[in-house]
C-alpha cells in the first residue's frame, strides 16, 4: 500500500457518488483504465458540475493521482453531454493519456456498471465490480478531496467537522429555503444546520416539515429527525440514505403523498426497461399511489419485491420514497 492510499485510508475518505465505499480500498487496487463518474442525473443535484467549473485543473489532478496510485494507462471522465462548457474547459486541460466520454441525461448511467460499459464498452459480470473488467469508478468529489489533502495536508482536512467526523461534504440543497445552491458543509452537519446556518433559513412562509437527504432515492424523512447527522451510516435505520447528498426541503405547503408520487413517476419515466420488476412495479406503484387510499399491505409488497428483484440501482430504491412516507407520515395517509 502506497504512503498516499495509507493516508487516504487513515483519514476516512470515501467515496462521494453515493455509496461511499472507501476510497482506499479502490486507490490499493490495479487497474488499466479509471473512470470519473460525473454523470449527475440524480434530480437537483449539481456539485460535482460546480466543482468542475470553478476548479478544471484539480480535477484533472485528482485524476491522474488515481491514475498513478492504480498504474492506470488511460482515464475516462464520463460527464453529462449538456454540461458543454465544463467539458470545454476539461477538454483544455486533460493530459494525452484522458479522454472526456459525454453521456446520456439518463437516471441508470450514474450506476457504476452502466457507466463502465457506456464509458469502455467492458461488461462487468453478474455479482462482480469494475475491477474485474480492469476498471476503477470514483466520483468527481473524491478525486479533489485527495488531491486537496495531498497539497494541504491532513490537518487541514481532519480539522472540519462535526459530532465526531472528520472532513468537508459538498451537498447540493434545494427546497423550500431562501438560499439554495451548492453548499460546501462540515461532514456531519444536520439538515437543520444546512438550513440554517448555510441556506438563511427557510423561505418567507414555510415551515420546515420534512427533507429528502439523499435525493428522489433516498427517502424522505420529518423535520423531527432534522438533527441527525447528514453522513453514511446514520440515515440507514430510519430507512433513508445520504447518498450523493442532494438535499431536498419541503415545507408545511407540501403534500408528502403527492411527493412520493412525483418521485415514483420519475422513475418510472427514467427506468430502462430492461428488468421486469422494475419497469412494470414503478409502473404498478404509479397506479396505485394515485388512488385516493392507499393499500399499504399491495404497495409494501411490491417496494419489496422490487427491492429485491431489480437489476440495478433505480428498481431496487425507486420505493424508498414511498416507504419513508407510510413510516414517518402516517397522520397524511388516511
Same mark, same amino acid.
Request: hydrophobic letters at 40%.
Given at each position: 500500500m502506497s504512503e498516499l492510499t495509507q493516508q487516504v485510508r487513515q483519514w476516512g475518505i470515501v467515496g462521494?457518488?453515493?455509496?461511499?465505499?472507501?476510497?482506499?480500498?479502490?486507490?490499493?487496487?490495479?487497474?488499466t483504465t479509471v473512470i470519473v463518474n460525473a454523470a449527475e442525473c440524480e434530480p437537483l443535484l449539481h456539485k460535482d458540475k460546480?466543482?468542475?467549473r470553478a476548479r478544471p485543473a484539480e480535477m484533472i489532478e485528482?485524476?491522474?493521482l488515481a491514475m498513478k496510485e492504480t498504474g492506470a494507462a488511460e482515464g475516462v471522465i464520463g460527464v453529462k453531454a449538456k454540461y458543454e462548457d465544463v467539458i470545454a474547459l476539461l477538454e483544455a486541460r486533460r493530459a494525452a493519456n484522458m479522454r472526456i466520454h459525454p453521456l446520456r441525461d439518463y437516471y441508470p448511467t450514474g450506476d457504476e456498471f452502466v457507466l463502465t460499459y457506456e464509458t469502455t464498452g467492458?461488461?462487468?459480470?453478474?455479482g462482480?465490480?469494475? #475491477?474485474?473488467v480492469g476498471c476503477l469508478v470514483q466520483n468527481v468529489e473524491t478525486l479533489y478531496w485527495v488531491r486537496d489533502i495531498v497539497e494541504k495536508g491532513a490537518a487541514w482536512f481532519t480539522g472540519h467537522g462535526r459530532?465526531?467526523? #472528520?472532513?468537508?461534504?459538498?451537498?447540493?440543497?434545494?427546497?423550500?429555503?431562501?438560499?439554495?445552491?451548492?453548499?460546501l458543509a462540515p461532514a456531519g452537519v444536520s439538515a437543520r444546520e444546512l438550513i440554517d446556518e448555510f441556506c438563511g433559513g427557510m423561505a418567507e412562509g414555510h415551515r420546515f416539515k420534512a427533507y429528502l437527504p439523499g435525493g428522489a432515492s433516498g427517502g424522505i424523512l420529518p423535520?423531527?429527525?432534522g438533527d441527525i447527522p447528514l453522513d453514511f451510516g446514520t440515515l440507514e435505520p430510519h430507512g433513508c440514505f445520504i447518498g450523493s447528498a442532494a438535499v431536498v426541503v419541503l415545507s408545511d405547503k407540501d403534500d408528502m403523498k403527492a411527493a412520493a408520487l412525483n418521485l415514483m413517476r420519475f422513475f418510472e419515466d427514467e427506468s430502462c426497461g430492461q428488468c421486469t420488476p422494475c419497469r412494470v412495479g414503478t409502473e404498478k406503484a404509479v397506479a396505485l399511489m394515485?388512488?385516493?387510499?392507499?393499500?399499504?399491505?399491495?404497495?409494501?409488497?411490491?417496494?419489496?419485491?422490487?427491492?429485491?428483484?431489480?437489476?440495478c440501482g433505480l428498481g431496487q430504491a425507486a420505493c424508498n420514497p414511498l416507504r419513508t412516507v407510510m413510516k414517518h407520515f402516517r397522520e397524511e395517509l388516511s
Amino acid at each position: 500500500m502506497s504512503e498516499l492510499t495509507q493516508q487516504v485510508r487513515q483519514w476516512g475518505i470515501v467515496g462521494a457518488g453515493g455509496a461511499g465505499f472507501p476510497t482506499y480500498v479502490k486507490l490499493g487496487a490495479t487497474v488499466t483504465t479509471v473512470i470519473v463518474n460525473a454523470a449527475e442525473c440524480e434530480p437537483l443535484l449539481h456539485k460535482d458540475k460546480e466543482l468542475m467549473r470553478a476548479r478544471p485543473a484539480e480535477m484533472i489532478e485528482g485524476l491522474a493521482l488515481a491514475m498513478k496510485e492504480t498504474g492506470a494507462a488511460e482515464g475516462v471522465i464520463g460527464v453529462k453531454a449538456k454540461y458543454e462548457d465544463v467539458i470545454a474547459l476539461l477538454e483544455a486541460r486533460r493530459a494525452a493519456n484522458m479522454r472526456i466520454h459525454p453521456l446520456r441525461d439518463y437516471y441508470p448511467t450514474g450506476d457504476e456498471f452502466v457507466l463502465t460499459y457506456e464509458t469502455t464498452g467492458r461488461v462487468i459480470p453478474p455479482g462482480g465490480l469494475p #475491477k474485474d473488467v480492469g476498471c476503477l469508478v470514483q466520483n468527481v468529489e473524491t478525486l479533489y478531496w485527495v488531491r486537496d489533502i495531498v497539497e494541504k495536508g491532513a490537518a487541514w482536512f481532519t480539522g472540519h467537522g462535526r459530532r465526531g467526523r #472528520k472532513g468537508l461534504r459538498s451537498f447540493s440543497v434545494s427546497g423550500r429555503v431562501k438560499k439554495p445552491g451548492v453548499v460546501l458543509a462540515p461532514a456531519g452537519v444536520s439538515a437543520r444546520e444546512l438550513i440554517d446556518e448555510f441556506c438563511g433559513g427557510m423561505a418567507e412562509g414555510h415551515r420546515f416539515k420534512a427533507y429528502l437527504p439523499g435525493g428522489a432515492s433516498g427517502g424522505i424523512l420529518p423535520a423531527s429527525m432534522g438533527d441527525i447527522p447528514l453522513d453514511f451510516g446514520t440515515l440507514e435505520p430510519h430507512g433513508c440514505f445520504i447518498g450523493s447528498a442532494a438535499v431536498v426541503v419541503l415545507s408545511d405547503k407540501d403534500d408528502m403523498k403527492a411527493a412520493a408520487l412525483n418521485l415514483m413517476r420519475f422513475f418510472e419515466d427514467e427506468s430502462c426497461g430492461q428488468c421486469t420488476p422494475c419497469r412494470v412495479g414503478t409502473e404498478k406503484a404509479v397506479a396505485l399511489m394515485s388512488r385516493p387510499k392507499w393499500d399499504e399491505a399491495l404497495l409494501g409488497d411490491l417496494a419489496q419485491a422490487m427491492a429485491d428483484a431489480s437489476i440495478c440501482g433505480l428498481g431496487q430504491a425507486a420505493c424508498n420514497p414511498l416507504r419513508t412516507v407510510m413510516k414517518h407520515f402516517r397522520e397524511e395517509l388516511s
